[in-house]
C-alpha cells in the first residue's frame, strides 16, 4: 500500500496576497481556488514537477494556527544556483547558496513569514 503524501495546509493571513506570491514569485501552478461557502476558500497550489501540492484558503486550519507559523518545507532541485537565480529572477528575497556536507540549500519566506528550504541533493556513492 502508498501512503503519498500531497497535500500540506500553509497558514496565511491574505489568501489573494500568499496565492500571488506563490504563483507569481515562486512559481507554483494555481490548480484550483473554490469558494467552498461564506467561510471556506480552497486555494491549492502545486510547485513545478512535485507531486505534493499546497493549500491556502480560509476555513482550512483551525484558528490555533497562526499564519507564518509553518516552517520546514523543502523544495528539492537539480541545480540550485539555476534554482537560486529563477527565484531571484522572480522577485523573491532568497539567500545566496549554502554549502553543507548534506546537499547546497537557499531559503527564503512567503509574505507571512512561513519558511521554505529548496536543496540540491548532493550526488550519492
Known amino acids: 500500500m502508498d501512503f503519498e503524501l500531497q497535500l500540506i495546509a500553509i497558514p496565511v493571513s491574505d489568501v489573494d496576497r500568499a496565492k500571488a506570491f506563490y504563483t507569481d514569485r ?10 467552498v461557502d461564506d ?5 491549492q497550489l502545486t510547485p513545478p514537477g512535485s507531486a505534493c ?12 494556527v497562526q499564519p507564518g507559523s ?11 544556483v539555476a534554482a537560486r537565480d529563477e527565484l531571484a529572477g ?6 545566496e547558496v549554502q554549502d553543507f556536507p548534506w546537499g547546497r540549500f537557499v531559503f527564503f519566506s512567503d ?6 528550504a529548496v536543496q540540491e541533493i548532493p550526488a550519492r556513492g
Open 39 to 43: 467561510h471556506i476558500r480552497f486555494v
Open 70 to 80: 509553518a516552517q520546514g518545507m523543502q523544495l528539492v532541485v537539480g541545480d540550485i
Open 53 to 64: 501540492s499546497i493549500a491556502i484558503g480560509t476555513g482550512l486550519l483551525d484558528g490555533t
Open 111 to 116: 509574505p507571512d513569514g512561513n519558511r521554505w
Open 26 to 35: 515562486a512559481g507554483f501552478h494555481a490548480d484550483h481556488d473554490h469558494r
Open 90 to 95: 522572480r522577485g523573491v528575497d532568497v539567500t
